[in-house]
């Protein structure tokens, strides 16, 4: 049986084109605001949705993603309401793959055995966790494969060819290639470097790549949907929710649909790069 | 899997074992991108233990730079002030740069010489840390920028001062609630950042595989040495081992060498704050639970949804939400007993000492000496108790001052 993961990759494939994933945090800037966000994220042209799971020291992460944490966790979000949110995205979209991303405190405090019972019946597809790499792979990964879920890997530009092998074992659904060095929604990669990498991925792995980290407007996603199977989007998303609240945080009644435009003008932007 | 309930080892010093974990604590929880370089750290710090020349080295900026060995003091007067056992302590305030942290940096950066790197990084709460790290790089001219919380730098303006002098650059972090936490975690985002060219010299025995045994190696000679001194002074080993405890470095120094000695009683005092009922304060052992932070499981002040809790304490150096995962197991196999003491018992500590002995303690081992105040007393003349005074208190008298209620 294929994934919803592994079914949306071949649709893509079979259209001729990249796909755009788009990564929000769950509760960012509040509960309602979010599942809006959510609910709409498909038909604004979102091919696979990262959902966020917030946590207050995520490390590998840039100002912007660091505050959407901080905003979900101040207006309530926790595990149990993030599961939530993937239900009601679930009951509503059948299609959409869900990849839940994170750090593993708040896994390993929730419970690993109870925490991948509780994704696998709200509809969650995948797991991509920023603090486990594969030397670290009994704790979550190999339970997560086993209770049918895929387990994404990040591979890095300081992934070589020694330690890719190790990297790419025990993975599935898609590797996420994270093109620089250094933490989200800061630096760019170039397109050559992004081709190389994903060039030399490719000799290594048949499973698709997507590429994430420094990619913000219409014209980077598609360049990057141009070599590889995937963009993959987040700080800009979460700085057009930051840039929709008031002085004192309050969202406004275009929070949702500001992000929403955005992700449409990405959408056409990757929609068209192959075109 | 080790638990309360796991058998007892034939010996509490052989870890870690090979994925870097002491029991189920520990291990290397880090992003993809830092991996190939922690393992590269790994294999050049099992190189240089296994090269006498570094050892070499080690021994002789221990000697001439740092001024070891440090002198384990009979603190007479305490003694009799406090009429019970004999107390006595390990000076490691007089270190040159006034703590122990100098121990683990000189050891560190001789490590990132070896390794080629050219830019050196590092966190700090009170500023000790970043103090010994912003020296040992004046020493050996390599660039420095110390992470340090805007919270932080905002009481410890003198260690601030000084790391500037010594030509580090400081960089307040205003993420988060702006302490040591905060400080680890932007420390973390730069080497992520430049990790091709930056050794990260962390302060403090936790962080991911091999760091914890690392810092504990440079540390122990703090316990290699009280054991010789002790039996010179006694002919004896000291029935009881004392020391503070925030990540725990200047503890595990003191108590590794002693692990094996079952018959000497070890005592580890984590930060109290305003007591650890009230729920604000930095005892990561009495109040916390296993969690994963900072590259590794140990444990670790959250609330039910696995978020980190701010710690409190009066001493910046102890402000931190968890602890080195090799405490966490000792304190599993109850190897070691883990006790608090309050903002105030290490206050009152601090004057006393200096009344009493002519000694101004850091904050940190101030909350060492607070549960020696309690524990000398009901002790027998005969017994020994040694504490490690590991830091002095210069950079206390400040913040000292204000809580007393005196203007300087």
């Not at chain 1, 060095?181 to 170039?190: D, E, N, V, Y």
């Not at chain 2, 004896?236 to 060498?257: E, K």
């Not at chain 2, 883990?338 to 904050?363: K, N």
């Amino acid at each position: 049986m294929s994934t919803r993961i592994e079914k949306r990759f071949g649709e893509l494939r079979a259209a001729g084109r990249g796909g755009l994933v788009v990564f929000v945090t769950a509760g960012d800037p509040t509960y309602e605001v979010s599942r809006e966000i959510l609910l709409g994220l498909p038909k604004s042209g979102a091919d696979l949705i990262e959902i966020g799971m917030p946590f207050t020291d995520p490390m590998a992460d840039g100002p912007a993603i660091q505050a959407s944490s901080l905003r979900a966790l101040k207006s309530g979000q926790n595990m149990k309401k993030t599961l939530q949110l993937v239900r009601e995205f679930r009951a509503k979209d059948a299609a959409t793959p869900i990849v839940l991303m994170g750090y593993y405190n708040p896994i390993y405090s929730y419970g690993v055995d109870r925490f991948l019972a509780d994704a696998g019946k709200a509809g969650v597809d995948g797991l991509i966790i920023v603090d486990l790499p594969p030397e670290e792979d009994e704790e979550l990964c190999l339970p997560a494969m086993k209770a049918g879920l895929n387990f994404i890997r990040l591979a890095t530009p300081t992934t070589d060819d020694i330690r890719l092998p190790t990297v790419l074992n025990n993975t599935s659904g898609f590797v996420y290639y994270v093109s620089i060095m250094g933490i989200t929604g800061t630096r760019s990669a170039s397109d050559a470097d992004i081709a190389a990498a994903v060039g030399r991925l490719k000799r290594h792995t048949d499973l698709p790549i997507a590429v994430g980290f420094g990619i913000s407007t219409p014209e980077r996603a598609a360049a990057v949907a141009r070599v590889a199977d995937a963009a993959v989007v987040g700080s800009a998303v979460v700085n057009r929710i930051a840039a929709a609240l008031d002085a004192n945080g309050v969202p406004t009644p275009h929070a949702a649909s500001s992000a929403l435009d955005l992700v449409k003008s990405l959408a056409a932007g990757v929609r068209a790069a192959r075109a | 899997m080790s638990t309360a309930s796991a058998a007892q080892p034939n010996s509490f010093r052989t870890g870690p074992d090979e994925h870097g974990r002491f029991g189920i604590f520990g291990g290397r929880f880090v992003a993809e991108t830092l991996m190939p370089l922690i393992l590269e750290v790994e294999k050049a710090y099992a190189a240089a233990k296994a090269d006498p020349t570094f050892a070499d080295e080690m021994e002789y900026y221990r000697a001439h730079y740092i001024g070891r060995p440090s002198p384990l003091y009979f603190a007479e007067r305490l003694t009799r002030e406090l009429g019970g056992a004999k107390i006595y302590m390990k000076r490691d305030e007089l270190n040159h740069t006034g703590s122990h942290k100098i121990n683990n940096c000189v050891g560190q950066i001789l490590l990132a010489r070896r390794m080629g790197k050219t830019r050196i990084i590092a966190e700090t709460g009170a500023g000790q840390h970043g103090v010994a790290t912003a020296t040992v790089c004046a020493l050996f001219n390599l660039p420095c920028t110390v992470y340090m919380g805007a919270t932080d730098i905002a009481r410890q303006q003198p260690n601030v001062f000084r790391m500037k002098l010594l030509g580090a650059e400081v960089v307040p972090v205003h993420s988060g609630t702006a302490t040591l936490k905060d400080a680890m975690n932007e420390a973390l985002r730069d080497w992520v950042a430049n990790v091709e060219n930056t050794f990260y010299i962390i302060g403090t025995a936790a962080g991911p595989h091999p760091y914890p045994t690392m810092v504990r190696d440079f540390q122990s000679v703090i316990g290699v040495e009280t054991r010789e001194q002790i039996l010179a002074a006694e002919g004896r080993l000291p029935d009881t081992l004392v020391a503070c405890i925030g990540g725990g470095s200047n503890a595990i120094g003191l108590f590794h060498p002693f692990l094996d000695d079952r018959e000497v009683e070890i005592i580890g005092v984590e930060a109290g704050g305003d007591g650890v009922e009230t729920g604000r304060h930095a005892a990561s052992l009495t109040g916390g639970r296993p969690g994963v932070l900072h590259g590794n499981r140990t444990y670790l002040l959250q609330n039910d949804d696995g978020q980190i809790i701010d710690a409190h304490s009066i001493s910046a150096g102890l402000d931190y939400p968890g602890i080195g995962p090799e405490h966490s197991w000792l304190h599993e196999m109850k190897r070691v007993k883990y006790v608090s003491a309050t903002d105030q018992e290490a206050l009152d500590a601090f004057q006393m000492l200096a009344r009493i002995e002519g000694i101004i303690p850091a904050l940190e081992p101030a909350h060492a000496l607070g549960y020696v105040r309690k524990l000398a007393p009901t002790r027998a003349r005969e017994q020994i108790i040694i504490m490690n005074l590991c830091g002095r208190g210069d950079k206390d008298i400040f913040a000292v001052a204000e809580r007393l209620g005196t203007k300087l």
